[in-house]
Structure formats: C-alpha cells, structure tokens
C-alpha cells in the first residue's frame, strides 16, 4: 500500500519533468545559441518589439548598441527576442506586354444618340 502511493508521487513527478522542465531547458538552450551567434550587422527585435542592427558588442557589461534608423540605443544581450533573416534582394520583373490586344467597342446609349441629334 505505502509502496503504491510513493510510486504514483514519483510518477507524477518523472511526467511534470517530461511536460515542463525539459522543454523549458531546450528553449533556454536555443536562446543561448542564438546569442552566441549573433554578430555586428545581424538585423533583431527586441522584446519591446523595437527593429534595430547590430552595431556593437560590451562584452564587459553584456550588453549590445542596435542603429536604429541612425539613433544608437544600448540594451542588454538578454532584450533580444529574435535575428531576422537576412532580406533578399528582389528583382522587379520585366513588365510584358499582353499576348492578345483587346479591342474597344464604343456602343452608344439614346441619351448621346440624342444629344448628337440636337446638336
């Protein structure tokens, strides 16, 4: 009977870490990497959604200098939400000229037919 109830609270904890701690540990881990590989340039958002470039490093004070639009703003390593994927270039695509022309049929309604004949 005792035997029973000490498994079941070591089951419930054994499922707790499987739900909860493990996935938790593996987003840190992400996080963690994505910080290591960050770089001047990068592009990010912060958690404050704020759009910025990486300019510079503090490694000292663990901190990063984003240009915005040409305002420089210091925020720590840890306030980056993401990196953005590198913008690719698009090519505006030649304008075509269409295959078949369509041609206009002007049709006249009795109110111009009308106002044709007065004049």
Do not use: W
């Not at 958690?47 to 305002?71: M, P």
């Amino acid at each position: 009977m005792q035997y029973s109830s000490i498994l079941m609270i070591v089951a419930l904890f054994v499922l707790m870490y499987f739900m909860m701690i493990r996935p938790q540990k593996k987003q840190q881990q992400k996080q963690q990497d994505m910080m290591n590989q960050l770089k001047p340039g990068d592009a990010v958002v912060t958690i404050g959604r704020l759009h910025g470039v990486i300019d510079s490093f503090d490694e000292e004070a663990k901190t990063v200098t984003l240009d915005c639009d040409g305002i420089f703003l210091t925020f720590e390593r840890s306030a980056i939400a993401r990196v953005l994927p590198a913008a690719v270039e698009v090519t505006p695509a030649a304008k075509e000229e269409p295959a078949v022309k369509e041609e206009v049929i002007e049709t006249k309604t009795e109110e111009d037919k009308a106002s044709s004949d007065e004049k």
